[in-house]
């Protein structure tokens, strides 16, 4: 007897979804390789499926790396030292908040599984817009950054330092590619401390 072919199919994940996974398992790798004094759990996943979470904790540091957390819009005053958005809710891919005493910082990364300069263009909006509208408390991300795997060598000035400390948003390239990786360590490096 022949299977039915609406059964000789499995579900997959759109090849953006995986790599949005990726990018929230081997952040909270990173993050463990850049801060091996801090206690890090396991990662938890919300009841409802949508998103994770992990946390490093320390004597006075205190990591959280978020993967799909929502920022809603209040219809009133937003309750301090809350995620919130001051237009309408967002939902970024990842966002990892940094407190330790005297400091307190957080940033977003979008992931994008894209590589040509029109796409990664194109989709520099959605950095921008987190930039400006999301908050934690009444501080904006520090950070809006696109991760894709690879990007176009016209878009260089998206990728530069000085550019991301003027404007607060652009690109970093993240693959497995070990030259790749270690500029996202030092990329993550710089924003934990500076």
Known sequence: MAVPEALNWSWMSPTWNLYETWCFVRLARAMRELMPGLAWGCIRFRKDNHGASVEGIGIDTRIRILSQRTFSHP????????????????????????????????????????????????????????????????????????????????????????????????????????????????????ILSA
Do not use: C
Not at 98 to 119: I, M, T
Not at 129 to 157: N, T
């Open 75 to 190: 219809r009133g005053e937003a309750t301090p030292g809350e995620f919130w958005s001051i237009s309408k809710e967002l939902i970024p891919d990842l966002v990892v908040t940094v407190e330790s005493p005297g400091f307190r910082r957080w940033f977003v990364l979008d992931a994008k599984y894209s590589q040509s300069r029109s796409r990664i263009l194109d989709q520099m909006r959605s950095a921008h817009v987190y930039h400006d509208a999301l908050r934690w408390g009444d501080a904006p991300p520090y950070r809006s950054l696109l991760l894709v795997p690879d990007s176009d060598k016209d878009l260089q000035w998206l990728r530069d330092g000085t550019f991301k400390a003027s404007h607060g948003v652009g690109v970093l390239n993240w693959s497995p590619n070990r030259d790749v990786e270690d500029a996202m360590l030092e990329e993550l490096s710089s």
